[in-house]
T-cell receptor, first 109, second 116 residues
Framework: LAKTTQPISMDSYEGQEVNITCSHN???????ITWYQQFPSQGPRFIIQ???TKVTNEVASLFIPADRKSSTLSLPRVSLSDTAVYYC??????????FGSGTKLNVKP | GAVVSQHPSWVICKSGTSVKIECRSL??????MFWYRQFPKQSLMLMAT?????????EQGVEKDKFLINHASLTLSTLTVTSAHPEDSSFYIC????????????FGPGTRLTVT
């Protein structure tokens, strides 16, 4: 049973910033929040991971409020190649990952 | 970064035959690997947890006698689909963790199985 809830789909245009929010009301103390990107017929690719506050890497930022019941993946200036499904997962590497429906991001020219 | 490979990348087999899919962690040791199945336009569904040196743990509804999992070493897990049927046609993906400081699971590229 997936422990996260995300919008099914989102549309954006090239160059825009995209924010995808994920709800995880029952997140456990030991859980981290991890986001993956998946293109058709490929395995998921790690984007970013965080525990609290804000994390930034070369491709995205992750915002986590103090209660940790939600998180927001921010993709700056998306391009057509960012069209993919984005999954939010909670857990640690000792636990199983149950994938939710993910968010299908469609970037338009 | 850590790399997980799968072999084959795609396979076509006839109904009633068995197919083995390999999952390897190339540059790290993985005591635990996970197997997922993904049907078209659907999310990944966890099938089982593969533990090195012990029996796999299957998710509810997954037939353990049909999907045989062997984790013979710290870098190799195999999934064998026995007596395959067309409804077993799917995209099979494995993942592994090195249990290091990063709470990250590394996913393989997937194996497309088509049963005719």
């Amino acid at each position: 049973l997936a422990k996260t809830t995300q919008p099914i789909s989102m549309d954006s245009y090239e160059g825009q910033e995209v924010n995808i929010t994920c709800s995880h009301n029952n997140i456990a103390t030991n859980d981290y929040i991890t986001w993956y990107q998946q293109f058709p017929s490929q395995g998921p690719r790690f984007i970013i991971q965080g525990y609290k506050t804000k994390v930034t890497n070369e491709v995205a930022s992750l915002f986590i409020p103090a209660d940790r019941k939600s998180s927001t993946l921010s993709l700056p200036r998306v391009s057509l190649s960012d069209t993919a499904v984005y999954y939010c997962l909670v857990g640690d590497n000792f636990n199983k990952f149950y994938f939710g429906s993910g968010t299908k991001l469609n970037v338009k020219p | 970064g850590a790399v997980v490979s799968q072999h084959p990348s795609w396979v076509i087999c006839k109904s009633g035959t068995s197919v083995k899919i390999e999952c390897r962690s190339l540059d790290f040791q993985a005591t635990t690997m996970f197997w997922y199945r993904q049907f078209p336009k659907q999310s990944l569904m966890l099938m089982a947890t593969s533990n090195e040196g012990s029996k796999a743990t299957y998710e509810q509804g997954v037939e353990k006698d049909k999907f045989l999992i062997n984790h013979a070493s710290l870098t190799l897990s195999t999934l064998t689909v026995t007596s395959a049927h067309p409804e077993d046609s799917s995209f099979y993906i494995c993942s592994a963790s090195d249990r290091g400081d990063s709470y990250e699971q590394y996913f393989g590229p997937g194996t497309r199985l088509t049963v005719t």
